[in-house]
């Protein structure tokens, strides 16, 4: 069964930092795409960042750049989601999903994760 599974989140005041990863089962990342979608309250899915795992490629929202870092171990069926400088609008449930591309129609991707919640609070 192919499934992905989120960790990491939880609560972190303004300029924290937290790390998420998303391992996956019952498939190899290798020919694979995994993006980080994020949702907040009200708010529409909107993708994060995403990795190639075959090259590595990355990509990432222009309101994340520069603090937020995608990674992939490939031999550990994981993605990472470093977050530094987190900030009140970062506060959302994140999710990663796999696809055969990085695209930034979150229906176009084929698995999904549970989710994860990130807070972030004074």
């Known amino acids: 069964q192919l499934q992905l599974a989120e960790s990491g989140g939880g609560l972190v005041q303004p300029g924290g930092s937290l790390r998420l990863s998303c391992v996956a089962s019952?498939?190899?990342?290798?020919?694979?795409?995994i993006a980080w979608f994020r949702q907040a309250p009200g708010k529409e899915r909107e993708g994060a960042s995403c990795?190639?795992?075959?090259?590595?490629?990355?990509y990432y929202l222009d309101s994340v750049k520069g603090r937020f870092t995608i990674s992939r171990d490939n031999a550990k069926n994981t993605v990472y989601l470093q977050m530094n400088s987190l900030n009140p609008e970062d506060t959302a449930v994140y999710y990663c999903?796999?696809?055969?591309?990085?695209?930034?129609?979150?229906?176009?991707?084929?698995?999904w994760g549970q989710g994860t919640q990130v807070t972030v609070s004074s």
């Open positions: 999903a796999a696809g055969a591309g990085c695209y930034s129609d979150y229906l176009r991707y084929d698995y």
């Open positions: 019952g498939f190899t990342l290798d020919y694979h795409a």
């Open positions: 990795i190639k795992t075959r090259d590595g490629s990355t």
